[in-house]
């Protein structure tokens, strides 16, 4: 289920959006699934030359930083 969290501060500089999504593991029963998903996961946010980085941080100018993990061990 979805949920949310918001937390304001005036002494921010910098806010962050922090997404969360449920995903199969390893340890659960998707370890078929794991190298593709850590792959997706890199493809996404894995650095300067990810698809999320050269369209958020580059291209659009939104956003000084993107990046995305996948805890396939968990």
Same mark, same amino acid.
């Given at each position: 289920s979805e949920r949310r969290v918001i937390l304001r501060d005036g002494r921010v500089e910098q806010?962050? #959006?922090? #997404? !969360?999504f449920l995903a199969p593991t390893v340890k659960f029963g998707a370890r078929d699934n794991a190298l593709a998903l850590e792959l997706f996961s890199q %493809? #996404? /946010?894995g650095g300067t030359t990810s698809v999320l980085y050269n369209k958020l941080v580059r291209e659009r100018k939104l956003a000084s930083s993107v990046s !995305? /993990? %996948?805890g396939s061990l968990y």
């Open positions: 806010p962050q #959006l922090i #997404l !969360s %493809y #996404l /946010g !995305s /993990g %996948y």
